[in-house]
C-alpha cells in the first residue's frame, strides 16, 4: 500500500531572515491579500485577539516574505504565538529560527 502525501507536509512556506524585519501594524484595520487569505472576511482588526491569530495563521501558512514582512508585527506574534494553529513542520522551522517563539508547556 502506498502511503498518502498531505499537502501540509510538502507546501513551501516562508520564514524570514530576522523578527526585527516584521513591520506590520500593531493595531488597526487591514484587509488582507487574496494570495494570503481567501476567506469570506479578509478585513481583520488586528487590534483584536482573534483577528490577529486568524490574520497570522493565514500569512504565515501563505504568505511570501514582502506580505509576511508588510502584515506581521514582531511584538504582535510573540503576543499570540502559542495560540496560533500552524502545521507542525511550519512551526518548528520559525521555532528554530526564533528560539524566543519556543512554544513552552
Partial sequence: M???VHIQDVKPFAVPARLSDLRGPRTGVLTLP???YWGPVAVVDIG???D???AYQATIREAGPADQTAILNEDRL???WSSLLLPSRV???WEQRFAELESRP
Fill in 34 to 36: 487574496r494570495r494570503v
Fill in 48 to 50: 483584536t485577539f482573534g
Fill in 2 to 4: 502506498t502511503e498518502r
Fill in 78 to 80: 510573540r503576543e499570540v
Fill in 52 to 54: 490577529t491569530v486568524k
Fill in 91 to 93: 512551526r518548528s522551522a
